[in-house]
T-cell receptor, first 111, second 113 residues
Framework: RKEVEQDPGPFNVPEGATVAFNCTYS??????FFWYRQDCRKEPKLLMS???SGNEDGRFTAQLNRASQYISLLIRDSKLSDSATYLC????????????FGAGTRLFVKA | DGGITQSPKYLFRKEGQNVTLSCEQN?????MYWYRQDPGQGLRLIYY???????QKGDIAEGYSVSREKKESFPLTVTSAQKNPTAFYLC????????????FGDGTRLSIL
């Protein structure tokens, strides 16, 4: 079983749609959680951190469920510019501060 | 502006040749990382370092070597022992205090001639 698992997609949605990405992690010692965005042939860029209480940044909402070891990202009112790969990232703040990247979920937003 | 600089952007390697990828950061981060990404795949950790003069192997260290002589610099050498070096190489750094994400350079694309 992979340490961080994501649905690879691709997700094909029309502009204005709401889309949700899910991610599960296997190490219960995981302490920090993030969503990154990666455009084609570019480096990953931090989209948002994920907190236990849930957090929102404009059209983006992230949720964490520690009991189920589950993270989600919700994108509302999708834009063409949201087309990218979204990476779920989990960090262990002990034993080398290991960071594990999911393989990513590809999103295509179409006009 | 603070950030991570990787060079070169594109690099070509001949058979049997060692090549070195540069990574410099001015973010005063303690930890630095090297990842490899193959087309359509996720990131795989090659090496990481939490402090000067110390580094640890990641999941795919064979055929690679690193050094960390200065806090700002973490060069990666792709040796001739790495038989399939063609990939996108990403350097990242992170502040180890608190809950901090990694920040990435814009990558080096390595190809075999």
């Amino acid at each position: 079983r992979k340490e961080v698992e994501q649905d690879p997609g691709p997700f094909n949605v029309p502009e204005g749609a709401t889309v949700a990405f899910n991610c599960t992690y296997s190490n219960s010692a995981s302490q920090s959680f993030f969503w990154y965005r990666q455009d084609c042939r570019k480096e990953p860029k931090l989209l948002m951190s994920v907190y236990s209480s849930g957090n929102e940044d404009g059209r983006f909402t992230a949720q964490l469920n520690r009991a189920s070891q589950y993270i989600s990202l919700l994108i509302r009112d999708s834009k063409l510019s949201d087309s990218a790969t979204y990476l779920c990232v989990v960090s262990l703040n002990t034993g080398g501060f290991k960071t594990i990247f999911g393989a990513g979920t590809r999103l295509f937003v179409k006009a | 502006d603070g950030g991570i600089t990787q060079s070169p952007k594109y690099l070509f390697r001949k058979e049997g040749q060692n090549v070195t990828l540069s990574c410099e950061q001015n973010l005063n981060h303690d930890a630095m990382y090297w990842y490899r990404q193959d087309p359509g795949q996720g990131l795989r950790l090659i090496y990481y370092s939490q402090i000067v003069n110390d580094f640890q192997k990641g999941d795919i260290a064979e055929g690679y070597s690193v050094s960390r002589e200065k806090k700002e610099s973490f060069p990666l050498t792709v040796t001739s022992a790495q038989k399939n070096p063609t990939a996108f190489y990403l350097c990242a750094s992170r502040d180890l205090s608190g809950v901090q994400p990694q920040h990435f350079g814009d990558g080096t694309r390595l190809s075999i001639l």
